[in-house]
Structures are given as structure tokens and as C-alpha cells.
């Protein structure tokens, strides 16, 4: 439901903005979503004795952006008692700035280390591939947890995961079958 609601503004506010202009809300609302994890701030936005006014003061002052139309959105959002979907709000921003920029964002999470020459070779290739300029972030993850590596690329849809042990599984069946033909 979140979702359908914040299409609706995130379709309001991209249609308003500039790129530039939408990148700088991004920014904002970006700020925004991390005051909303504190359950403090959480607590004056939910408080009836906190005047809207106020409210929009506060949340323009986090946001860090002097931008009139913005203020208007959080105002809109405040009066719709709608401020929990920012997060999403800034999400689909961000993906709307990277479906129209040709880019697009993505992890490898491996159980071994990936130097940046590695990430740069992957994301060169996918980027050929899905005719799209890639960018990757590494995380390390425990060889208990996964054994191998994978690539996410969310925006896309795109993930390809290789596990050793499913591989020397799968290497270990191929011999022993071609074995049997002779």
C-alpha cells in the first residue's frame, strides 16, 4: 500500500523538478529518512501538542534544502499525515534519477576479498551486457554463510550468484558422468 501512495507523490515531485532540482530532494529526503530511525523525532512528528508549522520547520531544517517546492512536498506530506513514505519517496527518486541517466547501483557480496580491480572488471562487463554504466559497492560476508560470491543490481532486477560448493558439486557430477561413457 506504502508504495502505491508514494508513486503518486514521487510522480508529483519528479514531474515539478529539474534533474538537478530532484537530485538535491534526494539528498534531502535522504536526510530525512535517516531522522525518521530515531524514535524521538518519530515522537514529535506523532505529538499533537508540536504545531504543523513546526513540525515543517523541523523537517526543513534536517532536510538541509531551501528549495520552495520541496518545503511545499513536506507540508503536503504533513498535513496527509504521509512523512512515513519518504523513505520510499527517495528511494524511487533515486531510482528515476538512474533510469534516466543510464546508471544504476549494485553490491557483490563475496566470502573473499574483491579488490577494486576485480569490481571494476565486473562492472565493466555487466555494463556491456546490460548497456548500462555500473557501479558496485563489496561486502564481505561469512564463508559459513555463503561460500562464493554474488552480484545484486537491484534497479535491474539483475543477480548472478556462483557458490563453490554448488560448483564442485556440479564439476564432480560431470566427471564421474562422462566417466561412465567409457
Same mark, same amino acid.
Given at each position: 500500500?506504502?508504495?502505491?501512495?508514494?508513486?503518486?507523490?514521487?510522480?508529483?515531485?519528479?514531474?515539478?523538478?529539474?534533474?538537478?532540482?530532484?537530485?538535491?530532494?534526494?539528498?534531502?529526503?535522504?536526510?530525512? &529518512?535517516?531522522?525518521?530511525? =530515531? !524514535?524521538?523525532?518519530? $515522537?514529535?512528528?506523532? /505529538?499533537?501538542?508540536? @504545531? %504543523?508549522?513546526? #513540525? *515543517? &520547520?523541523?523537517?526543513?531544517? =534536517? !532536510?538541509?534544502?531551501? $528549495?520552495?517546492?520541496? /518545503?511545499?512536498?513536506? @507540508? %503536503?506530506?504533513? #498535513? *496527509?499525515?504521509?512523512?512515513?513514505?519518504?523513505?520510499?519517496?527517495?528511494?524511487?527518486?533515486?531510482?528515476?534519477?538512474?533510469?534516466?541517466?543510464? #546508471? *544504476?547501483?549494485?553490491?557483490?557480496?563475496?566470502?573473499?576479498?574483491?579488490?577494486?580491480?576485480?569490481?571494476?572488471?565486473?562492472?565493466?562487463?555487466?555494463?556491456?551486457?546490460?548497456?548500462?554504466?555500473?557501479?558496485?559497492?563489496?561486502?564481505?560476508?561469512?564463508?559459513?554463510?555463503?561460500?562464493?560470491?554474488?552480484?545484486?543490481?537491484?534497479?535491474?532486477?539483475?543477480?548472478?550468484?556462483?557458490?563453490?560448493?554448488?560448483?564442485?558439486?556440479?564439476?564432480?557430477?560431470?566427471?564421474?558422468?562422462?566417466?561412465?561413457?567409457?
Amino acid at each position: 500500500m506504502v508504495s502505491s501512495i508514494s508513486k503518486k507523490y514521487t510522480r508529483a515531485l519528479t514531474t515539478s523538478q529539474t534533474d538537478a532540482q530532484l537530485q538535491q530532494s534526494y539528498v534531502a529526503l535522504n536526510n530525512i &529518512s535517516s531522522a525518521l530511525k =530515531i !524514535s524521538k523525532f518519530q $515522537d514529535i512528528l506523532g /505529538s499533537k501538542d508540536v @504545531s %504543523l508549522d513546526k #513540525k *515543517a &520547520s523541523l523537517i526543513s531544517e =534536517i !532536510s538541509g534544502s531551501t $528549495d520552495a517546492k520541496l /518545503s511545499n512536498f513536506i @507540508s %503536503l506530506l504533513l #498535513k *496527509a499525515n504521509r512523512v512515513e513514505i519518504v523513505p520510499a519517496v527517495a528511494e524511487e527518486i533515486r531510482e528515476f534519477l538512474a533510469n534516466k541517466s543510464g #546508471k *544504476a547501483e549494485g553490491r557483490v557480496t563475496a566470502s573473499f576479498d574483491v579488490g577494486n580491480a576485480e569490481l571494476e572488471e565486473i562492472s565493466k562487463v555487466l555494463s556491456t551486457k546490460l548497456n548500462r554504466e555500473i557501479g558496485l559497492t563489496f561486502e564481505k560476508t561469512d564463508a559459513a554463510h555463503f561460500n562464493g560470491i554474488k552480484v545484486e543490481i537491484d534497479d535491474l532486477g539483475v543477480e548472478v550468484e556462483i557458490n563453490k560448493d554448488a560448483l564442485k558439486k556440479s564439476v564432480i557430477a560431470h566427471i564421474l558422468n562422462t566417466t561412465k561413457i567409457f
